[in-house]
């Protein structure tokens, strides 16, 4: 299997499973992938940008427009706690970077719990809200979806976009130096985990594919598809992204740190009602 037939397959599934949450800032659900996206996804692309673009390439009459901003008024006023939650995590993970060279998981362990919980019931919200997006559109609109998806996910891979790492190192002004120290402290802080595996990926591309076939066909059932699985996942990789942090902070400088706090803080809400 090649890279670009796995790519693609990340691709499709992320339009199936959290396209619509990519109309609205929905927390956890916002997660994109590699080692910085989890927390705060818009630095590198991830999939609420990805499917956000997409749809202005599909052609859409005025009507459904206004029924897919109705849609995004919908999920946003359904996932108001859930943001909420997740934008006093994110607060309490850029102060605690800001401050030194390690996490106070003290503070920061509770708050990922209660976003975790939170994420999880919004689950139907999320399966609830793909199938109106099915509805909404038409079978040609849907393949324009994936296929608008399709090409702007290898523009991003083409453009080095694959490269998380890479991409955070040129945000925080890391040397290469530190670039290669934190990929050699990610490896080892992962020695011994099972890893993926050659028949792991062929079958997340296989189910990938499954999803993208059923949106675009006139019968599709989120529920039954399981797509709200995907909000199972995403709550996890939050706390894999911290463990991430943990490896990295000791090797930024002050200033890095400070930056990476202000990347941090750049996703939240611009509305989070107080508490």
Do not use: Y
Not at 242 to 258: I, K, N, S
């Amino acid at each position: 299997m090649n890279r670009r037939s796995i790519v693609w397959g990340l691709a499709v599934g992320a339009v199936v499973a959290v396209g619509v949450v990519g109309m609205h800032h929905a927390a956890l659900a916002d997660a994109g992938e590699g080692e910085a996206a989890a927390l705060q996804p818009d630095a590198w692309m991830g999939p609420r940008a990805w499917v956000s673009s997409a749809l202005e390439k599909v052609d859409l009459r005025d009507d459904q427009r206004a029924q897919l901003e109705l849609l995004r008024t919908d999920v946003t006023a359904q996932t108001v706690a859930l943001r909420a939650a997740r934008d006093r995590l994110v607060d309490a993970v850029a102060t605690s970077v800001e401050a030194g060279g390690a996490l106070d998981h003290t503070t920061i362990d509770p708050l990922l719990a209660a976003t975790q919980a939170a994420a999880l019931t919004h689950r139907p919200v999320l399966e609830s809200a793909a199938n109106r997006l099915h509805s909404i559109l038409d079978s040609r609109q849907r393949e324009q979806l994936i296929s608008a998806l399709h090409a702007q996910v290898f523009s991003h891979l083409h453009h080095g976009g694959s490269d998380h790492l890479a991409a955070m190192g040129a945000r925080l002004g890391l040397s290469d130096g530190q670039v290669a120290t934190l990929r050699a402290r990610l490896v080892a802080a992962h020695e011994g985990e099972p890893g993926g595996g050659a028949e792991n990926m062929r079958a997340h591309l296989a189910r990938a594919r499954a999803l993208a076939a059923a949106f675009e066909s006139e019968s599709f059932d989120a529920g039954a598809l399981g797509v709200g699985d995907h909000v199972t996942a995403m709550a996890a990789k939050a706390g894999k992204m911290l463990a991430h942090l943990d490896v990295a902070l000791p090797v930024l400088t002050p200033a890095q740190r400070a930056e990476l706090g202000r990347v941090l803080r750049a996703g939240t809400s611009p509305a989070t009602p107080p508490t």
